[in-house]
C-alpha cells in the first residue's frame, strides 16, 4: 500500500522525491515514464493528485 509519500497510478510509481534524485544523482528515468507523464493522462493522475493546478481554457489557448 503506497505512503503518503509515494504515488502510483497502477501503471508506474514513484516517490515524492524523485526530482531530487534526478537533480541531484543524475538518476535517469526511462523514456517511457517521462512520455507518460508528459502525455495528458499523466496530467490529468497529477492535477488529480493535486500536484499539479488544472489547467484553464485561457492558459491553453497560448500554446
Known amino acids: 500500500m503506497p505512503g503518503p509519500y509515494l504515488y502510483t497510478d497502477d501503471d508506474h ?9 534526478v537533480l541531484k544523482y543524475g538518476l535517469q ?12 493522462k499523466g496530467t490529468k493522475f497529477l492535477e488529480e493528485q493535486g500536484v499539479l493546478e488544472p489547467a ?3 492558459d491553453l489557448e497560448e500554446f
Open 13 to 21: 510509481c514513484w516517490d515524492s522525491n524523485t526530482w531530487k534524485y
Open 29 to 40: 528515468l526511462s523514456q517511457e515514464f517521462i512520455d507518460y507523464v508528459m502525455s495528458e
Open 56 to 58: 484553464e481554457e485561457k
